[in-house]
């Protein structure tokens, strides 16, 4: 004769039904409740001649209680995680039209191959200037920003320096003194765009800096203008 986890005798038939439902459960994972009944079930189905001693009993009872508190830990862990995402979509969300610095200006080029950029002119532009340099700001390369528009601009660099020789592929940096129709001259560089909008994607979210998204965690700034 057995008894199930609820003190009820199990016969040939009910042994069965016991196995079918069992399925609902595969893994065989115990919860509090489950642990907490077989608890009660152990007591009650005791020896009365040798009782369960009360260091097993108290064994026992703080398994439950650590069980029962790590259950708790998960759930609150769980609720924070969600608030996080959640402050962060709104963070993204309200900093549309102010401008992001990813804090650097530089590009990676590729020997023999032309690399494309974007700069961002606060103002419409009447001539300018876009210097390519090196790591020690030697300026290696000077391009034509030409007239344009206030907006992101796209240019792109043939890889060469001011001879015409191609460069070695490497990190160069990239930036810009322009004149504005007013007649006053100012500066802008690689990496210091307006966000356009924002993509969230898998729990995390991405700002539309020009023509590509980020990962909003490596924007170094936000300002107004």
């Known amino acids: 004769m057995a008894i199930d986890a609820y003190g009820n005798t199990l016969t040939s038939s009910s042994s069965s039904a016991t196995t079918s439902s069992s399925t609902v459960n595969p893994n065989g994972v115990l919860g509090k409740d489950d642990f907490l ?10 020896d009365p001649t040798s009782p369960m001693d009360s260091e097993k009993i108290l064994t026992q009872t703080s398994q439950l209680a650590t069980l029962e508190s790590s259950e708790n830990t998960t759930k609150a862990l769980t609720t924070l995680a969600s ?12 900093a549309i039209g102010k401008i992001a610095d990813t804090g650097s200006n530089a590009i990676l080029a590729t020997k023999g191959e032309k690399s494309v950029f974007e700069l961002y002119f606060p103002d419409a532009v009447t001539t300018g200037k876009i210097n390519i340099m090196d790591a020690n700001g030697k300026i290696l390369k000077t391009m034509d920003v030409g007239a344009t528009d206030a907006g992101v601009a796209q240019y ?18 990239v930036e810009s003194t322009y004149t504005k129709a007013d007649g006053t001259t100012a500066t802008t560089r690689i990496g210091r765009y307006p966000i356009d909008s924002i993509k969230f994607d898998s729990g995390k979210t991405y700002a539309k800096l020009g023509s590509s998204y980020v990962d909003f965690s490596t924007i170094k700034e936000i300002t107004n203008n």
Do not use: H, P, R, V
């Open 37 to 46: 009944k077989l608890l009660m079930l152990e007591l009650k189905y005791q």
């Open 83 to 94: 608030a996080l995402t959640a402050s962060a979509q709104f963070t993204g969300i309200s």
């Open 156 to 173: 792109t660099w043939d890889g060469t320096n001011s001879a015409g020789s191609a460069l070695d592929s490497g990190t160069y940096y």
